[in-house]
């Protein structure tokens, strides 16, 4: 049996504001020598409802060790990625670089 290889794997999830259609991406990093499937379900602090995301795409980068997971999109009311959101974020250990992505 080979040396199993740790990874650098980064999970994307893009916020949704349903009145205007914005969209934000946030991001967590970690470390592990397992990497979801598409189709696999993922857990983390920052979701209440549901409490787990299904990852829909993956993204290898082996030059860098890097691979990037994105799970379904999150769609919220709030008019705009409020302070409050932007706070519970950090304090769940994601990032955001508070840029809007096109449509």
Known sequence: MGVVRRMKIVIN????EKSTNKRYIVSKEFENSIVPNVGDKIWDTLWKDPFE??????????SSNKCDVFVKPYKYEVSNFTKLYRE???LHNWNTNECMLDD
């Open 13 to 16: 999830q893009v916020f949704i």
């Open 53 to 62: 995301y299904e990852v829909v795409e993956k993204i290898f980068d082996y």
């Open 88 to 90: 519970m974020i950090v």
